[in-house]
């Protein structure tokens, strides 16, 4: 028989967030962007991961997950998601060793502008940097730079992970997760793309840093379950929520997925609580410039809900998880699991 699992209905979930539906720019960034992206696919990828990987459509979740920006801020996320996950394909495939020498390219290369090692991740980054992250302000900059060097240097740590095969904590994994997913500097690019750039004292705030955290873990711990199939199938389920707990509570999968959907639940009242609170600071301010700066984190939480929904909504419209059967996935919300190694893509078949 089969194994299957049921996950959270997390479109519902998600109904009480605004639905901003999909970014009225995006066909004419989506043929800048995938022209931009093909030239690295074709050269660093065989024909069927090629044909994968535009099967996933990563430039869609950036009109998903931004879909109220111009034209010019919309490219440049959809850039920089087709760069996160052509990295994420690359580094599946990498020793911890290798891993590492791909996080220092891409780290290198988005500080140092004279830095140039000849490979196509590093003229990947140059073109990022050179046509996008220069129109971001200091303290987004900032942000930014410091996410990316814990991003890539905690994915290559978990391709070492893989090598061992560790299995986290629960707590080890949470902080982890966060770490890895790229949902961080997601959210640094939506600030810099509306034309915001938050001080680092509007971060340091509970009631703002609630919202941000809750929102980034919503976004990583649903992600775990749309991604869980095709991780176990290429043997990688070490680095999912529902692996960890399982090996943590002793509880079965299913249980596991509905933990998470619980979990979620409680995150999503916790961010529209950080909203409200935020939204009264805004009202309460003591002068106008205070006030505008509320307003402006307002904003920025709002920008969090949209890839909170927009996430939830590409992952059903995409082929990155469910395969050509997504449509099915999302009306019934029932995931067959595959065989081991049954999806595995070698980059250069």
């Known amino acids: 028989m089969a194994r299957i699992i049921v996950i959270p209905d997390f479109e519902s979930m998600c109904s009480v967030l605004p639905n901003g539906g999909v970014n009225p720019h995006h066909d004419e960034a989506f043929t800048e962007a995938r022209c931009w992206i093909a030239q690295y696919h074709n050269s660093d990828f065989g024909p069927n991961m090629t044909a994968f990987m535009e099967s996933c459509k990563f430039e869609l979740a950036g009109s998903y997950t931004y879909p109220h920006l111009d ?51 590093c003229r990947m980054i140059t073109d990022f940097r050179i046509d996008h992250l220069s129109r971001a302000g200091p303290e987004t900059t900032r942000r930014f730079l410091n996410h990316c060097d814990d991003m890539f240097s905690a994915v290559a740590r978990e391709a070492g992970f893989r090598e061992q095969g560790t299995v986290l904590s629960v707590e080890e994994y949470l902080v982890h997760r966060k770490e890895t997913s790229g949902v961080r500097v997601c959210y640094d690019m939506a600030e810099f793309c509306i034309g915001i750039d938050l001080p ?45 707990l399982i090996k943590a509570k002793s509880i079965e999968l299913q249980e596991a997925a509905d933990y998470v959907g619980s979990l979620c639940t409680n995150l999503l009242t916790e961010f529209r609580e950080s909203q409200q609170v935020i939204e009264e600071c805004a009202r309460t301010a003591k002068d106008e410039a205070s006030a505008n700066t509320f307003r402006d984190a307002l904003c920025v939480l709002e920008a969090y809900g949209h890839w909170v929904r927009g996430g939830i909504e590409w992952s059903f419209e995409s082929e990155r998880y469910f395969g050509k059967e997504n449509k099915m996935v999302r009306k019934s919300l029932t995931v067959v699991l595959s065989q081991a190694d049954s999806v595995s893509r070698p980059l250069h078949s």
Not at 73 to 79: K, P, V, W
Not at 99 to 115: F, G, K, M, N
Not at 216 to 221: A, I, P, T, Y
């Open 71 to 121: 034209k010019y801020g919309l490219r440049a996320t959809m850039d920089w998601l087709n760069i996160l996950w052509f990295f994420d394909e690359v580094t599946d495939t990498e020793t911890g060793k290798d891993a590492r020498r791909s996080a220092d390219i891409v780290c290198h290369t988005l500080r140092d502008s004279e830095y140039n090692d000849g490979t196509s991740l």
């Open 200 to 244: 680092g004292a509007i971060y340091d705030m509970e009631d703002f840093r609630k919202g941000y955290e809750a929102s980034l873990d919503f976004v990583c711990l649903s992600n775990d379950l749309f991604s869980y199939n095709a991780e176990q199938s290429k043997g990688h389920s070490g680095f999912n929520i529902l692996t960890v």
